[in-house]
């Protein structure tokens, strides 16, 4: 009978996003995928560790070969798809007198990863970003007066369950800002663990390729409308483009500092893609309209802007978080410089990356028009998400 490993023979994932933060990190990550897996997707973060690669197989049939390849002194942390073979390869090097550990499930452990950050904490209201590293998303939690409202929550659903529970909440409103190409939404189930009503706007509700109606519970979401959360106040603003049901949420509080959840429709770089559907060119036509006069004409320039996606970490502020002020926005956002609607038009069709065939599959799962389990899930949200044109 063999011994259980040795619980410090692992590292959480949770564990490994605190060590990679802090400066003068020796963390060295040995990922021991295959090639083709690691070409796909890779560890990557604000604070990417440096990243070593060498194939499992490599350790099995030239362990000597391998070992070469491993420099001295530095903490090794190992990865692969679930932490199976890279716990294997952990204990090999710890034989060989380095320091490496395992990173408990791999990928999969990273790829479910949910960091909550505060974007603001008064005594009546607090709001929180919460960021799926792995892949870029953002959702957004919102309490007050011990309700809370959940905006474009992602896959894992026990991750804002148990925030709630540790923070007093009752879920009272689950909002998707569209439905989603590049990721499966938390959305519907989310609502209902919680018991709370999930809202979409009905445009969104018929899938852009199949034209077949949402086999998903929901409640719709229209230009105008409002809900209120404890202090907050919640209006909704419809801003077709990224999709033809993509809506904005505005927030207010009682002191009328304000918050815009722009979901997909404007990202701090880049916007929505607007072909996503299928029908870029005539979408594209709707973004310009929804962005550049509804959307300017209605966000007042000192309120703070959290998207949905970011493209990349350099978008994040010093303590992490993704925001901007409106009018920070219209300057920075180099995609949003154009002076007239051709000039956008013709430029952005002529940057559009191809469409990741996923996409259609995605966007089935989240109509409830596709079941998948969990494997298939995470085959479906592979690697960072390519929403933003940008
Ligand atoms: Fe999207």
Redesign the pocket.
């Known amino acids: 009978m063999t011994s259980p490993e040795p619980a410090a023979a692992h590292l959480s994932v949770a564990d490994f996003y605190s060590l990679i933060q802090q400066e003068n990190s020796r963390v060295l990550l040995l990922d021991v995928r295959n090639d083709q897996e690691f070409n796909a997707w890779r560890i990557e973060s604000r604070f990417t560790p440096e990243t070593l690669h060498i194939p499992y197989v490599i350790f099995v049939e030239e362990e000597e070969a391998a070992l070469d390849q491993i420099p001295a002194g530095r903490e090794i942390i190992a990865v692969c798809a679930r932490g199976r073979a890279s716990d294997f390869v952990a204990g090999i090097l710890r034989q060989n007198g380095f320091a490496a550990l395992n990173l408990a499930g791999g990928m999969a452990a990273w790829g479910s990863y949910y960091v909550f950050r505060p974007v603001v904490q008064e005594s009546e209201y607090q709001i929180y970003q919460v960021d799926r590293v792995a892949r870029g998303c953002l959702s957004y939690v919102l309490i007050s007066q011990g309700q809370a409202a959940v905006v474009d929550p992602l896959r894992h659903v026990a991750q804002y369950t148990q925030f709630l529970a540790g923070h007093g909440a009752a879920l009272t409103l689950v909002l998707d ?6 990721h499966i939404s938390g959305g519907p189930a989310l609502a209902r663990a919680g018991g709370a009503p999930y809202y979409l706007h009905p445009y969104d509700a018929i899938h852009p390729f199949d034209l077949l109606p949402a086999a998903v519970e929901y409640q719709p979401l229209q230009d105008g409308q409002q809900f209120t959360v404890g202090h907050l106040t919640i209006h909704v603003l419809h801003l077709p483009g ?2 033809l049901g ?1 809506v904005n949420f505005l927030v207010t509080e009682p002191r009328q500092r304000s918050y815009v959840f722009t ?2 429709a404007v990202f701090l770089e880049g916007f ?2 607007p072909d ?1 559907g299928g029908r870029g060119e005539s979408w594209l036509t709707l973004a310009y309209e929804s962005i550049f006069n509804k959307f300017k004409a209605t966000v007042p320039a000192d309120n703070w802007i959290l998207p ?2 970011y493209a990349s970490f350099d978008e994040a502020s010093d303590g992490g978080l993704y925001l901007k002020k409106a009018a920070e926005l219209w300057r920075d956002n180099s995609w949003l410089q154009f002076s007239d609607r051709d000039s956008f038009v013709e430029y952005t069709l002529a940057h559009l990356a191809d469409i990741p065939p996923q996409c259609v599959e995605i966007k089935r799962v989240n109509t409830g028009l596709l079941a998948v389990d969990e494997h298939q899930a995470g085959e479906l949200e592979l690697g960072r ?1 390519l ?1 933003a044109v940008s």
């Open positions: 800002s569209h439905a989603h190409a590049d990224h999709t993509q979901g997909d929505g893609r996503l949905g996606h998400n929403c």
